[in-house]
């Protein structure tokens, strides 16, 4: 391209000089007279040139513009690095928590105290686990450490560690929240990798902070972040119990003690009667997630106390402990209150039961409101209006725009319900996080809503549209990141050969792993988790293929 133009500028120059001489040959031989008459024929000739030379001159400008003029838009404008980790301060006290800690906290002093002597010295790196079974009251605990000591840290950052994805989005959005205000620009433009690298140079550069990571699977999945770190204080719940020793000793989470599962549901329902209290916290085998959900029904339902709400449990619970998913108490716990509450639901009317069935259809977490609202028959008011009713009940959790409802909850609703319903749900569910997710999911401006969106898409785009729509995905990637970026192009890869698999195709989504571990171990290093992931999976696919 750039010879072509060479030449096109020298062809120019050459056909100017020719002409300048062609006129001075011209002038001379007719004499001065007789060229004043040529001269207004000639100044037309010229005239018409100099128009199509600019003509000429905007399409040659157009081009060069749309070939400098990046793959992605937004991507233009001159970008600013990201500022020295080091050297960037942040406003005192800056905090982010998923939500507010509740107005009802009880027992866990002991907890709290271990916490309070373990994480003595701000400038050591500190690491406590919180473990025990779902709905114990793990994320409860280390919000309610996080928001009494706000005053003894610089920084808070709360992490959902559930996977390596929103793990990293977690430390990632740490260096946007970091640079908000003075670099926030460069922050949103920076990749996921590079933002962590960020964050990890500002945490080490900077003793004082506290991490919680909620809700870890696997050990492993923190040992990358850890490794970078120098002062500060970890907080990680998890479900899992083994895996930790080399860290801490965990601190195992129990069932709240009977005087504060009764002092919870007292502080719910403002009911004096301590004896009808205590029997129902044993009912509910003093798990706070389901003392939670009763307290709540007591408390928002006129004519219901104590006592008849007890009645209403003992009337379902054979059903319900019989449909209770498998899996440990907890379940049939909650399954239990659960029943009582959704009865109640299907009285208020039929749009908080048509919500509370497709919010169990996406993942847990911050599904914004948007999407739900495609999802119902209904406006945005009563849809507000009918999630708040789902709020007072304490079946799910309002945050600004998005909407969070326990595992649990959603475990157990989702096994309430027929296979031709659940299908329904989750049709109308994908179609409606299609058509909120951004047309161009490799445009920088538009990635953290298509991050938000992604934990979603995962869970709900099944099968073949699965890897349909990330096979279309790959390609975009790979130009907006390269071939090899880590945690957006090869993760893109890796997911559409694990789709591969279970649409059917084991061998494919061997040969597809085969190719891409190789990658993926120079891109992460041979010991990263995502590396391990990929192993495994391959391993797994492999051995599907080869099974008769
Ligand atoms: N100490 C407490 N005081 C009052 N309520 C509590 C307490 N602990 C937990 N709860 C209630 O129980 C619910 C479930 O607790 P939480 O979400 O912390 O469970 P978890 O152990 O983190 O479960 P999971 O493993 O599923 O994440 C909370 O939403 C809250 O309503
Ligand atoms: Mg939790």
């Known amino acids: 391209m750039a010879n072509r133009r060479h030449v096109i500028s020298w062809a120019g120059a050459l056909a100017s000089g020719v002409v300048f001489l062609a006129l001075g040959v011209l002038f001379f031989r007719t004499g001065l007279d007789n060229a004043d008459k040529l001269a207004s024929v000639i100044g037309a000739f010229v005239g018409v040139a100099g128009f199509g030379g600019s003509v000429y ?8 513009l749309d070939s400098t003029s990046p793959a992605v838009p937004g991507e233009a404008a001159a970008p600013q690095p990201l500022p020295e980790a080091a050297r960037l301060r942040v406003p005192a006290g800056l905090a982010a928590l998923p939500r507010p800690a509740p107005r009802v906290f009880v ?39 996080a928001d009494r000591n706000r005053g003894h840290y610089s920084l808070i950052w709360w992490i959902d560690a ?115 209290l205590d029997a129902l916290a044993g009912e509910l085998g003093d798990l706070p997630l389901a003392l939670a959900q009763a307290g709540a029904y007591i408390a928002h339902t006129p004519g219901i106390g104590v006592r008849r709400y007890r009645d209403l449990l003992r009337a379902s619970p054979t059903r319900m402990y019989a449909a209770a998913p498998a899996g440990g108490d907890p379940e049939r716990l909650v399954a239990r209150a659960w029943a009582v509450t959704r009865a109640r639901m299907e009285e208020i009317g039929p749009l908080a039961i048509d919500l509370l069935d497709l919010l169990a259809c996406f993942a847990p977490d911050d599904l914004p409101r948007d999407v739900l609202v495609r999802a119902v028959d ?86 073949r549209q699965a890897r349909d729509r990330l096979a279309e995905l790959i390609p975009l990637f790979e130009r907006a990141w390269g071939q090899e970026h880590p945690n957006e192009t090869l993760l893109a890869r890796e997911l559409h050969a694990d789709f591969t698999g279970r649409v059917g195709d ?14 993926r171990e120079r891109a992460s290093g041979a010991d990263h988790p995502l590396t391990r992931a990929a192993r495994a999976a391959l391993a797994h696919w492999s051995a599907e293929s080869a099974s008769p």
């Not at 205000?181 to 996921?192: E, W």
Request: hydrophobic share 45%; glycine share 8%.
């Open 162 to 276: 559930a996977t390596p994805e929103t793990l990293q989005n977690g430390v990632a959005d740490l260096a946007r929240g970091i640079a908000s205000g003075t670099a926030s620009s460069a922050a949103s433009r920076a990749t996921n990798e590079e933002a962590v690298t960020w964050a990890m140079a500002w945490l080490a550069a900077h003793p004082g902070w506290l991490l919680v990571f909620d809700d870890i699977v696997e050990a492993a999945s923190l040992r990358p972040y850890l490794g970078r770190l120098h002062g500060g204080h970890v907080l990680v719940t998890t479900r899992r119990t083994v895996g930790w020793h080399d860290l801490c000793t965990p601190i195992t989470l129990n069932v709240l003690s009977r005087q504060a599962a009764v002092s919870l549901l007292a502080e719910l329902t403002g009911s004096p009667d301590s004896e009808g």
């Open 378 to 463: 209904a406006d945005e008011l009563d849809t507000a209006e009918a999630l708040g009713v789902l709020a007072s009940f304490s079946m799910v959790d309002l945050v600004d725009d998005g909407v969070s409802v326990h595992r649990l909850v959603q475990a157990v609703t989702l096994h309430q319900l027929d296979d031709p319903r659940r299908a329904e749900l989750r049709a109308r569910a994908a179609a409606a996080l299609e058509g909120c997710l951004p047309a161009r999911p490799a445009d920088p401006a538009v990635r953290p809503a298509y991050a938000r969106l992604l934990p979603h898409v995962v869970i709900l785009l099944e099968g």
């Open 506 to 519: 084991p061998a494919a989504a061997a040969r597809l792993l085969a190719d891409l571990l190789p990658v």
């Open 57 to 64: 001159g905007l399409v040659l400008a157009r081009r060069s």
């Open 107 to 145: 027992g866990r002093e002991q907890e709290l105290a271990g916490l309070q002597s373990a994480f003595d010295d701000p400038a050591r790196l500190t690491v406590q686990v919180v473990c025990g079974l779902g709905g114990v009251g793990k994320s409860q605990l280390a919000l309610q450490y």
